[in-house]
T-cell receptor, first 112, second 113 residues
């Protein structure tokens, strides 16, 4: 089983729909991150959480919200999806004493 | 404001060649410089990382060269293979409770047979 699991892996939806992307991890790390990847734009941080009661905005948080339901679960929501949120989304986890991040395999979202 | 500038955006080499990917940073407080490798359909994975107390680090065919005075670091892939074809990201961060990685925009590498 993967250490960082993202669901769904692929999703096609329509403008205005609410979408939730889920992430769970078995690595036991406290820090969890949501990134968005677009061609030519690299990895951009949406939100991050250092523990269950800690939620922080990243560089592109507008239009997104998150929930840290447990130490191992971190979900990303698009309350009202729009076409420019079409992208590849990655969840990542890491520990406090190392810079290494462990990524999931990504969730490809298409908003029509 | 791009704090970590990566070049080139794309790179094509022949098998056995030595692709070099460069990154430059601005914040002198950065003290951790990793490279991540991403294959199509997969998430990025840590390839190799360096701290500024050394000028070079090798792991197999992958080498990081670090120039602290120039605020630059680069990835060299010796004897490149088609299986090295991937997107490579450099990043930087500083030690502290609020550690976050600052990413370069990535380099798409193709190694032709």
């Amino acid at each position: 089983d993967a250490d960082v699991t993202q669901t769904p892996r692929n999703r096609i939806t329509k403008t205005g729909k609410r979408i939730m992307l889920e992430c769970s991890q078995t690595k036991g790390h406290d820090r969890m991150y949501w990134y968005r990847q677009d061609p030519g734009l690299g990895l951009r941080l949406i939100y991050y959480s250092f523990d269950v009661k800690d939620i922080n905005k990243g560089e592109i948080s507008d239009g997104y919200s998150v929930s840290r339901q447990a130490q191992a679960k971190f979900s990303l929501s698009l309350e009202s999806a729009i076409p420019n949120q079409t992208a590849l989304y990655f969840c990542a986890v890491g520990g406090p004493n190392t810079g290494e991040l462990f990524f999931g395999e990504g969730s490809r979202l298409t908003v029509l | 404001q791009q704090q970590v500038k990566q070049s080139p955006q794309s790179l094509i080499v022949q098998k056995g060649g030595i692709p070099i990917i460069n990154c430059a940073y601005e914040n002198t407080a950065f003290d951790y410089f990793p490279w991540y490798q991403q294959f199509p359909g997969k998430g990025p994975a840590l390839l190799i990382a360096i701290r500024p107390d050394v000028s070079e680090k090798k792991e197999g065919r992958f080498t990081i060269s670090f120039n602290k005075s120039a605020k630059q670091f680069s990835l060299h892939i010796m004897d490149s293979q088609p299986g090295d074809s991937a997107t490579y990201f450099c990043a930087a961060s500083k030690t502290g409770n609020n550690r976050k990685l600052i990413w370069g925009l990535g380099t798409s590498l193709a190694v032709n047979p």
